[in-house]
């Protein structure tokens, strides 16, 4: 059996869809940030069969839980603090996200004006459908990330 020791301050997120976990990992910036992550792929469960798991010794308020919810708001964070669980959150979607995602219809005005965000709104929390905010472009991030 695999250890990975505990943490002392930072966060843990659970119930990461196996196999998505480096996904995860890339965009919420872990790769430039100076803190410890273990990652834990394909982790038994009984709920999901097998998850992925990060641990991040870092502090909670250096994450963006919204691009954390908008990949997948079925995560949930454990706050560690003096090693024990402090906090446990769960996600949902947010209202609005900001690059993030990139807006496929050559005539928005976001393939012209370089500089502009892309911004998308939730305009079907049921199915998760984001439109973005200058053409409407339909985005469903099912099966994305």
């Known amino acids: 059996m695999l250890n990975v020791g505990k943490i002392e301050e930072g966060f843990v997120l659970d119930h990461i869809q196996a196999g998505k976990s480096m996904s995860i990992y890339e965009h919420l910036g872990l790769d430039k940030m ?4 273990a990652i834990i792929k394909n982790a038994r469960s009984k709920i999901m069969g097998k998850k992925d798991i990060l641990k991040v010794e870092c502090d909670i308020d250096t994450l ?12 949930t964070i454990n706050v560690i603090k003096a090693g024990e669980i402090i906090e446990k959150r769960s996600l949902k979607l947010p209202r ?5 995602i990139k807006c496929h219809n050559p005539r928005c005005i976001t393939s012209i004006e370089q ?14 459908v984001y439109r973005c905010k200058y053409c409407e472009e339909k985005y469903s991030q099912k099966g994305k990330f």
């Not at 954390?68 to 079925?74: E, G, K, P, T």
């Not at 500089?115 to 929390?125: K, M, Q, R």
């Open 115 to 128: 500089e502009l965000p892309h911004i998308f709104f939730l305009a079907d929390e049921e199915k998760e």
């Open 34 to 37: 100076d803190c410890t992550v």
């Open 64 to 75: 963006d839980l919204d691009v954390l919810a908008f990949i997948d708001h079925n995560i």
């Open 96 to 100: 609005e996200v900001k690059n993030v």
